[in-house]
């Protein structure tokens, strides 16, 4: 049972009880392409492009052309939250805590599929016939935002999603498809700086009406304070943004990342279920119980580009 929850007792004069600050369930899902599974594990074909070959003579053999065929494995992970409610604790309070108590079981489910999401992202995927391969996220496909003069690293800015944007363009992702750009708050709050984004002469969007930034350089942006930072050593070279060789360090800069939707795949197993019920074995206390099934994985590197932001 939570602890906290004689805070909410009669003598308090409360009549109602509130959710602190925290995001409510999951902003990435319908970001993605969602799948179903049954069974623990799925696999995602994929097919890859071939070169087509010249005819040079009449009645030439067929050419036998081999399409690259590979594939990516989703493995379920189970998730699960409860809590207990006393009978006494009813007794106590002016309102009855059940539908909030699972309110929050349900956002917090929510939020661990983003955290999934993200890790499937940026992290290491599974190919091969059997899953077994791993394949990390290159640095090909990362880039570092960098300041005017090329010398050192910055929070995100119109250059780093010019960056972005031409990684994804010159893998020929299909334009259109969706693209989306997650930052959290301190790379909003620069990019809102840039003249470039306010400005209605480069940007359709009045993005200081609301304080927001909604569309802008053919990305959607989705705010996320759940993004990770980089952990470890990180060789990047500041003139040109790229990663993976130079003289700089990318240790703990904030990892946002933009993406095509149907780059990153959500596959569910079983999505969010809610029960309350008594417990027996505790005294008949009623049990909020809310549980899912989910995998994701990163469906192709071409589609997905890691800006490495410098928020100090």
């Known amino acids: 049972m939570s602890a906290q929850i004689t805070e909410a007792f009669v003598k308090q004069y409360a009549n109602q009880i509130f959710h602190l600050s925290q995001q409510k369930g999951s902003r990435l899902q319908s970001l993605v392409r969602r799948e179903s599974q049954n069974g623990e594990s799925r696999f995602f074909e994929r097919l890859g492009s071939v070169v087509a070959i010249e005819r040079t003579s009449r009645h030439a053999d067929t050419p036998q052309l081999d399409t690259p065929h590979s594939r990516r494995r989703v493995t379920l992970t189970d998730y699960e939250y409860a809590d207990l409610i006393d009978d006494a604790d009813r007794l106590r309070l002016l309102i009855d805590p059940t539908s909030p108590y699972s309110q929050a079981a349900v956002w917090a489910l929510g939020r661990a599929k983003d955290d999934k999401l993200i890790s499937a992202a940026l992290g290491t995927a599974y190919s091969g016939s059997d899953g077994s391969t ?8 990362k ?4 300041n005017s003069a090329g010398s050192a690293g910055a929070n995100m800015n119109v250059e780093a999603l010019r960056r972005a944007k031409q990684v994804l363009d010159a893998a020929d992702v299909d334009e259109s498809i969706p693209r989306y750009c997650a930052i959290s708050a301190s790379q909003l709050q620069s990019l809102l700086a840039e003249t ?7 940007n359709s969007v009045r993005a200081l009406v609301m304080g927001q930034l909604n569309t802008f350089m053919g990305f959607h942006f989705v705010r996320l304070e759940r993004l990770v930072n980089q952990e470890g050593a990180l060789a990047v070279d500041f003139s040109d943004g790229t990663v993976g060789s130079g003289g700089g360090d990318a240790d703990g800069y904030r990892r946002a990342f933009c993406w095509a939707q149907d780059g990153i795949v959500l596959s569910t197993g079983q999505d969010i279920r809610a029960r309350i019920s008594e417990r027996p074995d505790k005294s ?8 899912m099934g989910i995998g994701a994985t990163r469906l192709e590197e071409e589609k997905v580009v890691e800006i490495l932001c410098n928020e100090a």
């Open 134 to 141: 791993s394949v990390a996220f290159p640095n090909t496909q």
């Open 143 to 146: 880039i570092v935002s960098t």
């Open 196 to 202: 470039e984004v306010t400005s209605s002469d480069y």
């Open 284 to 291: 008949y206390s009623t049990q909020v119980y809310a549980s």
